[in-house]
């Protein structure tokens, strides 16, 4: 079998020349989209365990109901979340990872609510890994109580995001629990990370070990 690729001191050669010239060394789309998720903490076991993969300017990624997800990298072109292919899953589904129930279990019945995606994402960075979110920031599962209540979650957490929509969500968080016998604990995110602040830019500003 014949290995087509140059050795690496001929492909150092080969840019050498080529920057000599006036070249530019440009990183691939797919570098480029990890540098991002790198930029806002994403951890390589995060990345790893939720199957996030670099796809046209975004990134895919599966979902527990079988569909896959994609994100736009810059939402101030084109749609921000999308479907890719006909799986697509209710905006009121939940998303998180096969081990939330033993996450739960072994935090005493807690549980961490996220805004989203890519807050859930930066929870599982820091370490959190008993914790979830909707696909939209304005359907809540009809069936939410129910099924915290299935994975023993006695503790729910919320951190809204610091505008409007985070407002409402934790309104109808909190309507969605009422007496369920759990105890909602919703915390305010520092206003020093500005209007739209969320959790995934506290993360990111996150410097403690």
């Known amino acids: 079998m014949t290995d087509n690729k140059l050795p690496r001191t001929k492909t150092e050669s080969l840019i050498k020349t080529a920057h000599d010239l006036g070249g530019v060394l440009v990183s691939s789309p797919e570098h480029t989209l990890t540098q991002r998720l790198q930029e806002r903490r ?70 961490y609510l996220a805004s989203g995606e890519p807050d859930l994402w930066a929870l599982r960075s820091a370490g959190i890994t008993n914790a979830l979110c909707h696909f939209s920031e304005t359907a809540i599962n009809p069936e939410l109580a129910e099924k915290l209540q299935s994975m023993g979650v006695l503790d729910l957490f919320i951190f809204p995001d610091l505008d409007d929509v985070g407002k409402r969500q934790a309104g109808k968080i909190a309507a969605a629990v009422q007496d369920s016998g759990i105890e909602l604990h919703c915390k305010r995110l520092p206003d020093d990370l500005g209007e739209r602040g969320d959790l995934g830019k506290l993360w990111q500003r996150y410097t403690k070990a």
Do not use: H, M
Request: aromatic share 12%; proline share 9%.
């Open 42 to 111: 994403i951890s390589p076991e995060t990345i790893k365990a939720f199957d996030i993969q670099p796809r046209a300017n975004g990134w895919q990624y599966p979902t527990p109901g079988g569909g896959v997800r994609w994100k736009n990298a810059n939402p101030k072109n084109g749609p921000k979340y999308a479907w890719l292919d006909d799986k697509s899953e209710k905006a009121s589904a939940l998303y998180y990872l096969d081990d939330l129930a033993l996450s739960v279990q072994s935090s005493g019945g807690a549980c």
